[in-house]
T-cell receptor
Framework: DAKTTQPPSMDCAEGRAANLPCNHSTISGNEYVYWYRQIHSQGPQYIIHGLKNNETNEMASLIITEDRKSSTLILPHATLRDTAVYYCIVRVPSSNTGKLIFGQGTTLQVKP | DVKVTQSSRYLVKRTGEKVFLECVQDMDHENMFWYRQDPGLGLRLIYFSYDVKMKEKGDIPEGYSVSREKKERFSLILESASTNQTSMYLC?????????????FGPGTRLTVT
């Protein structure tokens, strides 16, 4: 599985867009990019995933570069409740186990 | 909304006790997972199950067993609790195949073994 690199921490003003980058320069053609977050003292929460096209759902947008070596998770209007650790994961969805491996992630602090 | 519930948020047990952690999901998911999460070590898979009565070892199964008698319920058993099993335990569920990595987690059980 491709390794991912994320900045350890970021700040964002409440109401502004939060753009969280992830580098996955060794991603292979059949690997998807998944994003999760974990609010303090809660279980992780699935946010979004994508292969090569940009994706949007009710929580966030995922922008994947054309060469697929990096991606950005966008929270369009961050709120204080979006303060969490955000994890970028690269996996092949057809593999058997479904085992998730979280790296260190990015701690996003949304400030009033 | 997918809902995954765990039997306790906080649990304190003594060394040597048998501990049962229960997880229930209401979305008819085939896959269910037990992870533990420790500071500096991240998320580690203990066991998972892709069907009733089926189980597969994860990365750290030693000291644990599991039971899946019904599709919606997945239990983690600590046969004889030890202090190094003090941790946050997280249950998750998902559909099979291409959706296996879209996992829905419960709130976690923080277990302390004294």
């Amino acid at each position: 599985d491709a390794k991912t690199t994320q900045p350890p921490s970021m700040d964002c003003a409440e109401g502004r867009a939060a753009n969280l980058p992830c580098n996955h320069s060794t991603i292979s053609g059949n690997e998807y990019v998944y994003w999760y977050r974990q609010i303090h003292s809660q279980g992780p929460q699935y946010i979004i995933h994508g292969l090569k096209n940009n994706e949007t759902n009710e929580m966030a947008s995922l922008i994947i570069t054309e060469d697929r070596k990096s991606s950005t998770l966008i929270l369009p209007h961050a709120t204080l409740r979006d303060t969490a650790v955000y994890y970028c994961i690269v996996r092949v969805p057809s593999s058997n186990t479904g085992k998730l491996i979280f790296g260190q992630g990015t701690t996003l602090q949304v400030k009033p | 909304d997918v809902k995954v519930t765990q039997s306790s948020r906080y649990l304190v047990k003594r060394t040597g006790e048998k501990v049962f952690l229960e997880c229930v999901q209401d979305m008819d998911h085939e896959n269910m997972f037990w992870y533990r999460q420790d500071p500096g070590l991240g998320l580690r898979l203990i066991y998972f199950s892709y069907d009733v009565k089926m189980k597969e070892k994860g990365d750290i199964p030693e000291g644990y067993s599991v039971s899946r008698e019904k599709k919606e319920r997945f239990s983690l058993i600590l046969e004889s609790a030890s202090t190094n099993q003090t941790s946050m335990y997280l249950c998750a569920s998902s559909l099979l195949g291409r959706q296996a990595y879209e996992q829905y987690f419960g709130p976690g059980t923080r277990l302390t073994v004294t």
